[in-house]
């Protein structure tokens, strides 16, 4: 299937029915807190499957994905994707490879936010969404308070770097 920009591929709570193999593109995945903060949290690429933590066993999703950009998405009935798990030995290889793939991602994720200066960690963050956006600028995927939070520090901030 094909989203386009601002298209949801799932939402915060929805029951897992189905995973998603991201072919293509980038989606934002933000998390409605009890006290009305939207705070984004996790950035999805292609060769992804999600939702992560159903990949195991089911759970409702924990965010919300929004399309950042045209992408294409393979839907994976939860069903068949259990039924493989339990039925095919090379599934669970599979599955210990995407985690591992993620944390990696993770990792390189924390470094970034302890490099020293905004600037650095701006910089980090715009040359690794780069390699998946296709030449799209880092504000026309993500809004200054969105980049404030991946990279540690305040909207303001986020601005005056963006200026300078």
């Known amino acids: 299937m094909i989203l386009h920009k ?16 991201i072919k293509s593109g980038l989606f934002k995945v933000t998390r409605l807190h009890e006290n009305g903060n939207i705070v984004l949290f996790n950035i999805l690429y292609p060769g992804e499957t999600v939702p992560h933590h159903s990949l195991i066993s089911p759970k409702e999703t924990h965010g919300t994905a929004t399309a950042l ?13 259990y039924r493989q798990l339990r039925e095919e030995p090379g599934k ?11 944390v990696r991602f993770m990792q390189t994720r924390l470094d970034h936010l302890t490099v020293g200066a905004p600037a ?8 690794w969404l780069r390699d ?27 601005n005056r770097l963006l200026r300078g």
Do not use: N
Not at 92 to 102: F, V
Not at 132 to 158: D, F, K
């Open 132 to 158: 998946y956006s296709h030449g799209v600028p880092l504000t026309e995927l993500l809004t200054q308070e969105e980049i404030g939070q991946l990279i540690g520090v305040r909207r303001e901030t986020v």
């Open 120 to 127: 650095e960690r701006l910089e980090l963050l715009s040359g």
């Open 6 to 21: 601002g298209e949801i591929l799932f939402r915060q709570g929805d029951g897992c029915d189905a995973l998603y193999h």
């Open 69 to 81: 950009m045209s992408s294409e998405v393979e839907r994976i009935p939860a069903s068949e994707w």
């Open 92 to 102: 669970a290889m599979e599955i210990a490879l995407l985690l591992q793939e993620k």
